[in-house]
């Protein structure tokens, strides 16, 4: 009897340490918009594609992230209005590639020259209200987007620094971008 229960001991000894060391699931962040030390959610986004407007320039699209309390009201597959309250963070990016948004490092442009991979024009506004135009609203001066493109779903980070008290302005976006011609 002594030798069943050292064994049957040992086994469950044995099988708390194996089941203990399983592989971890990858964590994947929040999406989210942090200024200033404060973390602001982003639940959906989309591309609106211009095309490319000369031939040295990138496709121009603006790509706009935003919060669920911010809905995009449609009419013939076109963006009719926007209404709610929440958060957004608006780019003006520079593609490389036409009708999606490709892969890569953007950087800021403060010269609008419109050349691929860069960005220029992008702002974040903090609890928008879209019926009465108000929001705490920062523009950013410099910092770079990150893209990168997988099936249908868009990992995208940021890394920026808005106007004038040069406060840092990081995301994270994962998830379905849907793009609209206004070609």
Do not use: R, W
Not at 57 to 79: M, R
Not at 96 to 105: K, N, V
Request: hydrophobic share 35%; proline share 2%.
């Amino acid at each position: 009897m002594l030798h069943f229960t050292k064994s049957f001991f040992l086994l469950v000894i044995i099988t708390f340490i194996f089941s203990g060391c399983k592989k971890d699931d990858e964590i994947v962040p929040k999406n989210i918009v942090t200024y200033d030390g404060t973390d602001f959610e982003l639940a959906s986004g989309l591309i609106l594609d211009f095309g490319q407007l000369s031939s040295s320039q990138g496709n121009a699209q603006v790509l706009f992230l935003y919060s669920s309390g911010i809905k995009i009201h449609e009419s013939g597959g076109k963006i009719d209005s926007t209404s709610g309250t929440g958060h957004t963070v608006y780019f003006e990016i520079f593609s490389p590639t036409s009708t999606i948004l490709g892969d890569g490092e953007y950087t800021f442009d403060p010269y609008f020259t419109y050349k691929a991979k860069t960005f220029s024009n992008s702002y974040t506004v903090f609890n928008a209200n879209y019926a009465t135009s108000q929001g705490e609203f920062h523009e950013i001066m410099s910092g770079k987007v990150v893209v990168k493109k997988e099936g249908n779903d868009y990992t995208i980070t940021f890394d920026c620094k808005e106007d004038l008290a040069g406060k840092q302005l990081t995301g994270f976006y994962k998830g379905s971008l849907k793009v609209y011609d206004e070609k």
